[in-house]
Structure formats: structure tokens, C-alpha cells
T-cell receptor, first 113, second 113 residues
Framework: DGGITQSPKYLFRKEGQNVTLSCEQN?????MYWYRQDPGQGLRLIYY???????QKGDIAEGYSVSREKKESFPLTVTSAQKNPTAFYLC????????????FGSGTRLTVV | GDSVTQMEGPVTLSEEAFLTINCTYT??????LFWYVQYPGEGLQLLLK?????DKGSNKGFEATYRKETTSFHLEKGSVQVSDSAVYFC????????????FGTGTSLTVIP
């Protein structure tokens, strides 16, 4: 079955560390997205990519970086510049050809310790 | 710009009660409309969608009708169950805005036995 996989499910980061969250999809979707969700809050867009080797900043890109070297993969790095990284991170993908909506991964919960 | 306004929660209902969660939208083009559901600790799952005016999306007893005249896409269910307890997100995607999604802030629903 096709789907989108995020790993790890739980991640702990020490102050000053960079960490990378993985997102892989086998849906042959062109576009991929990263969202941040804080407790009781909605979704905020961090970065998105419509095609390989290209990506754009979302609403809260500061302190984050991404790459899109392969169509299937869109890793997110939370850098030490992100002062409040504790949150639930969601990756999503969509087709540019069909309006079927986003497919979401199951999320990564990042906690600073 | 495009946006989605969603009824604020939290909403608490008794089992078998009728559910309505209001959603209105603003869009420059001809958006597709979606409802997503998020169970605790998980990603978002597509619940239903409608791609043009007067379309009705339905799934698992939930329904929503795309009303262009009132720019609304209210979610309804005739008889809720405890298992429906989750957070519900209304969203739109507008082809004239690059297919990017705009999410509402989410409405938390708790169904008590």
C-alpha cells in the first residue's frame, strides 16, 4: 500500500543540537509539506516543495531547513536557531495533477530536554 | 487571500447527539473543500471532500455540502459515537493559489457515553 512514513515517532533533542526528521512517500506525489502543530493549536506551514530540488518557505521557516533531492523524500532539520522546537511535526504530500487532498504522515513528536 | 474560518471548540456531546461543526471560507478562485480528522497522537486523515458547488461529501456517517452562496462547508453527523472523539479540521485548496492548502484552526470534539 502506498503511503507516507515519518520517523522517528518520538525524538528528544538537547539544547543546541540539530535534529533531522524523516519523511518518505511512495505515492508518486509531486508536492510535499512540513507543518508544525502545538498543543491545542492548528497547523502552521514550515516549508513546502512542489518539485525536486526546489522548495519554498512557509509561514514559520525560521530555525528550520529542508532538502528535496529525491521525489520520495523531504527531510526537515530543526536547527539550534529554533528557540522553541518542542511540538508535533506533520509531513504531508499531494499530487499536482489530481485534487485528492493531502496525505499526512503519522507525525513526529519532538521534545527538547 | 484564501482562508478558512472554523467554529471554535471544544465541543462536548452525549452519544447519539446531532453534530454540526461550522466552516466558512474565503477564496479568490474555485476551491475544493475538505474535512480532515485527527485522533490523539496521530496525523490527519481525510474524512470527506467536495470539489464544486452543491457537491456533498460523505463518509462514516459524516456529511458536508459545498454551499457557494454562503461560502460554507459545515460538517454534520446525525448520531455521534464515542469513537468520533477527535479534532476536526476544515480545509480548502484553490487551483488559482497553486493548490496550497489552507486549514482552519481545528475543532475538538468529545463524545461522552
Amino acid at each position: 500500500d502506498g503511503g507516507i512514513t515519518q520517523s522517528p515517532k518520538y525524538l528528544f533533542r538537547k539544547e543546541g543540537q540539530n535534529v533531522t526528521l524523516s519523511c518518505e512517500q511512495n505515492l508518486n506525489h509531486d508536492a510535499m509539506y512540513w507543518y508544525r502543530q502545538d498543543p491545542g493549536q492548528g497547523l502552521r506551514l514550515i516549508y513546502y516543495s512542489q518539485i525536486v530540488n526546489d522548495f519554498q518557505k512557509g509561514d514559520i521557516a525560521e530555525g528550520y531547513s529542508v532538502s528535496r533531492e529525491k521525489k520520495e523524500s523531504f527531510p526537515l532539520t530543526v536547527t539550534s536557531a529554533q528557540k522553541n522546537p518542542t511540538a508535533f511535526y506533520l509531513c504531508a504530500s499531494s499530487s499536482n495533477r489530481e485534487m485528492r487532498g493531502y496525505t499526512f504522515g503519522s507525525g513526529t513528536r519532538l521534545t527538547v530536554v | 487571500g484564501d482562508s478558512v474560518t472554523q467554529m471554535e471548540g471544544p465541543v462536548t456531546l452525549s452519544e447519539e447527539a446531532f453534530l454540526t461543526i461550522n466552516c466558512t471560507y474565503t477564496a479568490t478562485g474555485y476551491p475544493s473543500l475538505f474535512w480532515y480528522v485527527q485522533y490523539p497522537g496521530e496525523g490527519l486523515q481525510l474524512l470527506l471532500k467536495a470539489t464544486k458547488a452543491d457537491d456533498k461529501g460523505s463518509n462514516k456517517g459524516f456529511e458536508a455540502t459545498y454551499r457557494k452562496e454562503t461560502t460554507s462547508f459545515h460538517l454534520e453527523k446525525g448520531s455521534v459515537q464515542v469513537s468520533d472523539s477527535a479534532v476536526y479540521f476544515c480545509a480548502l485548496s484553490d487551483r488559482f493559489a497553486g493548490n496550497q492548502f489552507y486549514f482552519g484552526t481545528g475543532t475538538s470534539l468529545t463524545v461522552i457515553p
